[in-house]
Nanobody, 115 residues
């Protein structure tokens, strides 16, 4: 059974940084495009960043230049380095495959950007 566990969230002031981690177990991720998503209260879940198996990355416009997605296939880990955080980045962040069928969603990790 595939399990996804996100971690690394927290409360940070505007302009601060956080590094999120995602551990996948029960499968390899080498051939998958892996992504970070986020969901703010009252909003739909949105795609934030993707790291394709070939190394190409893609970001939603609002985080481009501030966030960096990376992965370690051997450790089955996916990371999201978030810099220059803004209040509008506040959300629960999730990790999953970009394409369907997706893994069962993890619990996510809460990121709160506030002074």
């Amino acid at each position: 059974q595939v399990k996804v566990v996100e971690s690394g969230g927290g409360l940070v002031q505007p302009g601060g940084s956080l590094r999120l981690s995602c551990e996948v177990s029960g499968t390899i991720i080498t051939t998958y495009g892996m992504a970070w998503y986020r969901q703010a209260p009252g909003d739909e879940r949105e795609l934030v960043a993707v790291h394709y198996s070939g190394g190409v990355t893609k970001y939603t416009e609002s985080v481009r230049g501030r966030f960096t997605i990376s992965r370690d296939n051997e450790k089955k880990m996916v990371y999201l380095q978030m810099n220059i955080l803004k209040p509008e980045d506040t959300a629960v962040y999730y990790c999953n495959r970009e394409y369907s069928p997706k893994f069962s969603w993890g619990q996510g990790t809460q990121v709160t950007v506030s002074s």
